[in-house]
């Protein structure tokens, strides 16, 4: 540690001479001196345009993990996701989430935002955002949550395959009377007097894959009026405009996205996602 210093104060150390010495630290049991070091070292890279390495992030996260400081193993995490996008990072980082009190409409979006970076895994996953996204007026994104989770062969217990192709039955027979009336029903809220029926619309179009509609009406909706959810309609458009290819207009929305820490939390998650998406 003390040789490693005085070559990174000289401006002359290797990055394999400034892993040894966040090696050393950690390996003399000295976790903060870890995480001071490294976040340090990294904060650097970070603003020098540089990406970090996935070693170095992980003896931060490894640190934070030894000293019990779920705070800092967010931010690593939140680093390491944003540099080395691997599942296994994003399962650890979205996990802590799901332990949350969350509201129907807040844990579809946990699962929107999984479902995007591969890890919704679990067969009883699937079938709750399915049943969320039927219950938010979204019959489109329930079927293919459900065909998605049929094509993975996720439900393996036949009591699972019978309960969710009940389920994928009656979203199919929900898409199959919806879908035909959003045409109608875009030109009706756009004459309504509040933006609400237009963000609804929005909803319905992003279900069904057509993201460029969705981004239209919900955008329209918000700038109507202040619809009933905002920041759940603000975070919808950007994964709809991020859907579309627009990573700027997503970003900026994402970052719109005020007042609820739920949402908040994961539309910050999503600029994140947006980098390598």
């Known amino acids: 540690i003390e040789f490693g210093t005085r070559a990174i104060d000289g401006v002359y150390a290797t990055p394999s001479i400034q892993t040894i010495v966040a090696q050393a630290y950690y390996l003399k049991n000295d976790y903060k001196g870890t995480d001071k070091f490294v976040r340090g070292l990294v904060d650097d890279q970070i603003k020098a345009g540089q990406a970090p390495s996935e070693e170095m ?12 400081d779920d705070a800092a193993m967010t931010r ?13 990072y994003w399962q650890s980082l979205l996990d802590s989430m799901y332990r949350g009190k969350l509201t129907d409409k807040q ?19 699937y079938a709750e955002m399915a049943q969320l996204a039927l219950d938010a007026g979204s019959p489109g994104e329930a079927v293919a949550v ?13 009591a699972d395959k019978n309960r969710n192709e009940h389920l994928l039955t009656a979203a199919k027979k929900q898409a199959a009377t919806d879908q035909p009336t ?19 619309v929005g909803i319905g179009y992003f279900g ?13 909706g918000l700038a109507k009026s202040i619809p009933k959810d905002p920041q759940d309609a603000r975070l919808l458009l950007g994964i709809a405009q991020l859907k ?23 539309a910050a998650l999503w600029v994140i996602h947006s980098k390598s998406a």
């Not at 045409?183 to 309504?192: F, G, L, R």
């Not at 207009?249 to 739920?262: L, M, R």
Request: aromatic share 8%; with cysteine; hydrophobic share 45%.
């Open 208 to 220: 069904y894959g057509d993201y460029d509609r969705a981004a239209k009406d919900i955008s329209a």
């Open 107 to 125: 844990l579809l979006q946990v699962y929107r935002l999984s479902a995007d970076v591969g890890v919704l895994k679990r067969a009883s996953d």
């Open 57 to 68: 992030i992980g003896l931060g996260l490894s640190s934070a993990v030894k000293l019990n």
């Open 146 to 158: 459900l065909n998605k989770g049929f094509a993975a062969n996720v439900f393996t217990a036949q």
């Open 244 to 266: 579309t290819g627009d990573k700027d207009a997503a970003v900026k929305t994402f970052k719109s996205v005020k007042g609820d820490p739920v949402l908040e939390r994961l």
């Open 76 to 88: 690593w995490l939140e680093v390491m996701v944003a540099y080395h996008p691997k599942e296994n």
């Open 182 to 200: 959003l045409a109608k029903s875009e030109a009706d809220a756009a004459n309504a007097p509040t933006g609400d029926c237009l963000v609804c």
